[in-house]
């Protein structure tokens, strides 16, 4: 052996010290497979025939059925829940903001008349809870069930040291296919064309930063505060999840001639109608065509917000606006009826510059 090798040395002792390693550091990857353990059931239910392979591989495998089509497009779409969450860790309550993932995604793709397909989900945490993770998983599952697409694949990570260990961040993306001819874009648009209003189940994912500055942070309000405007508390008003639109959506495209499909969220009505419209018409909306629900009413008063800003930050009761011709409104709102969605005239198309106007 050269004179300047050394026999490799034994490391000293460790008998009663915390053992080094990542769970140390605070990253436990036998909870994060607990938290897998435990979904897998739950996005079973979600699986498409079109899904191969099962959880956990390294990517996600979906056949695409080519006979069905003749030119398929792919769209997709990826968001958040915004500070909705914030909410949900006040009040402990993780099971729905999974469907408020769900929804901001797939109804972004079916505006372009795009059935979705499958769904991924981003979770980042400060410490991996297996439980809390499976209850947000399920609420994702649920969200993909009522949006006909299958969750096949997500990634969960731990952030110590970066994130508090209560905090969590969703994120998620969906794709969706459309046969090219049949992308609807807004170019057909025509002045007369009717504007269709989905009723919205409350806030969905917009307004939150304002609404939680109003609400709580002035100290006026407490999550379990109850109301009579409100079935339930405060707080259970607010967490209600979205609706999911894919389908009545869907179905309104198969019976009726849509030109137009606007998904109602940050930015409301005011910001988001203009984005399917021609830059020489604007729609004009009629205000008090619809029920605008109480939690709306109720954030104005206590903030004495103009209605017009209102507009701008909140859906107002409409989470799905759709543009059809004339002669088929009447029958586009029976076809939402019948396929469970509360839904109303409420504007029209009028020559302009390419903006939402009311009266």
């Not at 050269?2 to 605070?26: F, H, I, L, N, R």
């Amino acid at each position: 052996m050269p004179e300047d090798s050394q026999e490799p040395k034994p490391p000293e002792s460790t008998q009663g010290a915390t053992p080094v390693d990542y769970k140390w550091a605070g990253v436990d990857i036998e909870a994060a497979d607990r938290a897998v353990e435990l979904i897998k059931e739950k996005i079973t239910a979600t699986m498409r025939p079109e899904v191969l392979g099962g959880v956990g591989g390294f990517g996600a495998l979906f056949e695409l059925d080519l006979t069905r089509y003749k030119n398929p497009v792919l769209v997709s779409g990826t968001d958040g829940v915004g500070t909705k969450l914030k909410l949900a860790q006040m009040l402990d309550n993780h099971r729905t903001v999974g469907i408020d993932l769900v929804a901001m995604c797939a109804d972004d793709v079916v505006t372009f008349g795009a059935e979705p397909l499958f769904f991924q989900d981003y979770i980042a945490t400060g410490k991996v809870v297996p439980e809390k993770i499976a209850e947000i998983v399920a609420g994702i599952a649920n969200g993909c069930v009522k949006a006909g697409c299958s969750l096949i694949g997500g990634e969960t990570a731990e952030h110590p040291g970066v994130m508090n260990e209560e905090d969590y961040d969703l994120a998620g993306f969906c794709v969706g296919i459309v046969e090219k001819d049949e992308i609807i874009d807004g170019s057909r648009i025509r002045h007369e064309d009717k504007v269709i209003g989905i009723a919205s189940s409350g806030l969905h994912s917009n307004g939150y930063s304002l609404a939680r500055k109003l609400l709580f942070d002035t100290g006026e309000f407490n999550l379990d505060d109850h109301n009579k405007l409100f079935a339930g508390s405060l707080g259970e008003e607010l967490l209600t999840p979205s609706l999911i639109y894919t389908k009545g959506v869907l179905a309104v495209t198969r019976e009726c001639d849509v030109k137009a499909a606007a998904h109602v969220t940050g930015g409301g009505i005011t910001d988001n109608l203009p984005r399917v419209l021609p830059e020489d018409m604007n729609a004009e909306i009629t205000i008090g065509s619809w029920p605008v629900k109480n939690i709306f009413t109720f954030i104005q008063n206590v903030g004495q917000i103009d209605l017009i800003e209102m507009f701008r930050t909140f859906n107002m009761g409409l989470g799905m606006l759709l543009v059809v011709p004339p002669y088929e409104s009447r029958k586009a709102l029976q076809v939402l009826d019948m396929n469970l969605y509360r839904a109303y005239e409420v504007g029209e198309i009028v020559e302009g510059r390419g903006m939402v106007m009311y009266r």
